[in-house]
């Protein structure tokens, strides 16, 4: 098996890993946008809410149906 091959693979199993977790990763977005809003005294509310929505997309769809 090809170094190629190889990574094929773990992306693969990665993306699969975070189909199944894809609530639980949508979750910790949001968690993460609030403590940074927090943190940030909410002077950059906007820009955080564009990047939890940024990174949700990229979360492969949930499994569950």
Not at 5 to 26: R, V, W, Y
Not at 30 to 52: P, Q
Request: charged letters at 35%.
């Amino acid at each position: 098996m090809s170094l190629v091959d190889t990574l094929k693979g773990l992306i693969g199993k990665g993306k699969d890993a975070a189909a199944q977790n894809a609530d639980k990763i949508g979750d910790a977005v949001d968690k993460a946008g609030a403590f940074v809003d927090d943190k940030t005294g909410g002077k950059y509310s906007d820009k955080i809410e564009k990047g939890k929505d940024a990174a949700k997309k990229v979360i492969p769809p949930s499994d569950k149906a």
